[in-house]
C-alpha cells in the first residue's frame, strides 16, 4: 500500500543536523538528573495481564466514546462523532521518516512518524488543516498500524514512533501499540497531542508512551472558543499535561543525545496573543516542573481559514431608511500576520521569568538539550 508522502512544512535551522556522527557515544552535557544510562521502553515492562486488561478496555472506550472532553459518548462501532472516525481503523495520512521535529526527537535517522486525520478541535489556523479537517488519507486497522511501525523501525531506523494528532483513535492506537510488540518492537513511542484529551484516555495510554510530546496552544478560554472550536480547552490541557508528566516525568536522554522519556511541552506563540503564552509559561512552572523541556515555536504562519475573505451583509439606517449594505471582510484578521520577535521575546522572557530553564534552541551541529 503506498502513502502519500507529503509533510509538514516545518524546516530545520541547519542541514548540519542531519549528518551522522562518527562517534557513536557523544557526551553532550546533558545534566545527569536527565541522563539515562539505556532505556527499555514502557510496553516492554506490561505483563500480559496489564496488556489484556488495556485491549479490553480500548474496546469499552470505543463502544462508549469519551475519549476526549466532548464526550460524545456514542457507539463508535455504529456511528461517529464529532471526529467522524469509527472504532474498527483508524485514517492514517502519511507514514514516513520525518526530519521536521526537535532534533532530539528526529536524530539523525528521522522520527517515524504517522499523521493520523481527523481531529476533535477545529483550529482555524491550522497547519496541517488538509489532513486534520479533510480527513485525506487510508484506512488502517490495528494490526496494519503495527506492521508499519515495524517497517519504520526496520526499514527506516528511526529512533521513535511518533504518533501526530491521535487524540481521536486512543483504541486503535493502545491496540496497534500491544501488537508491535509482540511482532518486535523496541522503539519509543512518542503521542504528539493538541492536549485536549481526557484523563480516561491517557490512562489507558499509561505504560504505552514514552514521551508525551502536548501542545499548550491558548490561555483564555475566550479564544479557544473563537480559534480552536472548543470550550473548555484551557483547563482540559492543564488536567491532561499534569497527567503526562506524572507518568513520564521530565524529558531524559540517552548519551547519543536522543530523547527517550518524558514531557515536552510546545507553545506556538501567535499574533497578539503574547499574553497568553505568559500566563502559560508561569502556570506550567509552577504547576508542572520547572525542569519542563519546553520549545517556545516562532513558526506561526496565517493558514486554513485565517485571511480567507467573505462577503458579510450588513442592515444600515441612512435617515429614516433601511437597507441592506455588502461589504468584504478578512476572517481572523487579529492572526492574520507573522508573529513579531517582541512577542516571541516576550513569552521567552516570561519563561526564564518563571524559573523554567530547559529550552529547545538552535544550536548548529548538535542536537537539542
Known sequence: MALFTKLPTRTLTSSKQLLPSAISKR????????LLDDYLPRYQLLTSVESAKKRSLAYAHLRECNLCPRKCEINRYETTGMCLIGAKTAKVNVIAPHRGEEPCIQGHHGSGSVFFSGCNLRCVFCQNHDIAHQRNGFDLTPEELAEWYLKLQQIGNVHNINLVTPEHVVPQVALSILNARDMGLRIPIIY???????????RLLDGLIDIYLPDFK???DSTSKRLLKADNYTSTAMESIKEMHRQVGDLSFTSDGIAKKGVLLRHLVMPGKEDEGREIMRWLAENVSRDLYVHIMEQYHPDAHVGKKRRVTRRVRLGEEESDSSQEEVRYAEINRAVRDEELGSVRDAAVEAGLWRFCEPHEGQFHL
Open 27 to 34: 557526551f553532550l552535557g546533558i545534566p545527569s538528573a536527565f
Open 192 to 202: 504528539n497531542t493538541s492536549s485536549f484529551d481526557s484523563l480516561d484516555s491517557l
Open 218 to 220: 491558548v490561555w483564555k
